[in-house]
């Protein structure tokens, strides 16, 4: 019995934990059904007395996030695609290939790990400014394209791919591209998806440097755009239709975790050959 018990226990205090963290999400798509100014109500509501979509047409109809929504996608997308190629190839080559300088590169590229990225900010701007890119979408999409995590994580599952297989494939005539393609991505194929997701969401919520140098209406990411939304919307009357915004900018990460679920699992959870 005492098993048992302690069975019961765990799982009921598992499900306060998820209770308690899913309570705020329940509560946002809630109040974003709610009539305005039953969201602000005091004391809070849980549920909706009538369900509403009013808020989310005033989103695309009179704040114009369809706007917002389509820069990020854009830039989160693009970002994600270019930014796993480069990634892979820079991984592959510092795990695999023999070249001069590789190991002082590496050590300098560990280094620039440690660093915070806001540091880089003010140079990367006036590098931006001095291409004229500042408030373009290249402005964002660039900066981001290659990173630092990225390459470390794809070496050092590139580490555990044998050299006999790819000796093998070198004496059948395939040049490195193909080798990468067909050989080393299935393998990394399970952290490449971790990786993809991290990178989307990075961008996806990436809030400072799009402000920085897409500050203009027409280049607005989501994350800049809700921030202005939030100052023009003050009082009881802004809850229901932040809350709405909030739900739309959710739905993409969730859907892309949904759909990666297992990949991204898996390429956290794999250890075998890291070193």
């Known amino acids: 019995m005492r098993p048992r018990w302690g069975t019961w226990l765990l799982h009921a205090a598992l499900l306060l934990g998820a209770a308690a963290a899913l309570a705020p999400m329940v509560w ?6 709610m009539p ?37 996608a854009l830039i989160a997308t693009v970002v994600t695609a270019v930014s796993l190629a480069i990634n892979s190839m820079a991984g592959y080559a510092f795990a695999k290939l023999r070249f001069g300088g590789r190991e002082r590169v590496w050590r300098l590229l560990m280094m620039g790990l440690v660093i915070p990225v806001q ?12 291409l004229g890119l500042v408030n373009t979408y290249w402005g964002v999409i660039i900066p981001s394209l290659a990173s630092i995590f990225g390459i ?17 494939a070198r004496i ?5 591209v193909r080798i990468l393609r067909s050989i080393v991505v299935p393998i990394v194929r399970a952290p490449m998806a971790a990786l993809a997701l991290f990178i989307f969401m990075a961008n996806w919520d990436s809030h400072l440097w799009p402000l920085l140098v897409a500050s203009d ?27 709405a915004a909030a739900v739309l900018a959710l739905l993409p990460t969730l859907v892309l975790f949904l759909a990666l679920q297992r990949r991204f699992v ?9 070193r």
Do not use: C, W
């Open 266 to 274: 898996e390429g956290i959870t794999m250890t075998a050959g890291i």
């Open 172 to 176: 059948d005539g395939a040049g490195e």
């Open 217 to 243: 209406d027409a280049h607005r990411t989501l994350p800049v755009g809700l921030a202005a939304m939030q100052a023009n919307n003050l009082g009881a009357s802004g809850v229901p239709t932040m809350m």
């Open 152 to 168: 470390f994580l794809i070496r050092q599952y590139a580490v555990s791919v044998p050299d006999e297989l790819l000796d093998a």
């Open 28 to 33: 946002m798509v809630s109040a974003s059904l």
């Open 36 to 72: 305005t100014g039953e969201a602000s109500a005091y004391p809070p509501r849980l549920f909706p007395r009538t369900v509403t979509f009013s808020h989310y047409a005033d989103l695309f109809t009179r704040l114009e996030l369809g706007r917002y929504l389509l820069n990020s």
């Open 119 to 130: 540091v880089s900010m003010l140079p990367l701007f006036l590098l931006m400014k001095q």
